[in-house]
């Protein structure tokens, strides 16, 4: 079993950055593979970053690349992700996952734990 918590989500303006933090416990952390995804209102719920247990080859959805960054420190049992320059149409919850296989996959269903989700408001 692991235990996902996130925090760190809130109200931004537009271009304004945030920082989503994910804290796990439970199964050994550095063994898994990490993904964050997010869901608006009325969508379903989509891929955002994802990273390996060694956190080499981070992976990010189109509308992520260039503005989010994806990070994880297993010492601390953490998983981050790194918002810069918000849009609007970023606002969703945002939740964390993890994920028993090797390799980053950007489908919800491969991922085995969840966390209960923070929300992300970027206002115009």
């Known amino acids: 079993q692991v235990q996902l918590v996130e925090s760190g989500g809130g109200l931004v303006q537009a271009g304004g950055s945030l920082r989503l933090s994910c804290a796990a416990s439970?199964?050994?952390?550095?063994?898994?593979?990490m993904g964050w995804f997010r869901q608006a209102p009325g969508k379903e719920r989509e891929f955002v970053a994802g990273i390996s247990w060694s956190g080499g080859s981070p992976n990010y959805a189109n509308s992520a690349k260039g503005r989010f960054t994806i990070s994880r420190d297993n010492a601390k049992n953490t998983v981050y992700l790194e918002m810069n320059s918000l849009k609007p149409e970023d606002t969703a919850v945002y939740y964390c996952?993890?994920?028993?296989?090797?390799?980053?996959?950007?489908?919800?269903?491969?991922?085995?734990?969840w966390g209960q989700g923070t929300q992300v408001t970027v206002s115009s």
């Open positions: 996952a993890a994920r028993l296989g090797v390799k980053v996959s950007k489908g919800p269903a491969e991922y085995n734990y």
């Open positions: 439970g199964r050994t952390f550095s063994s898994v593979t």
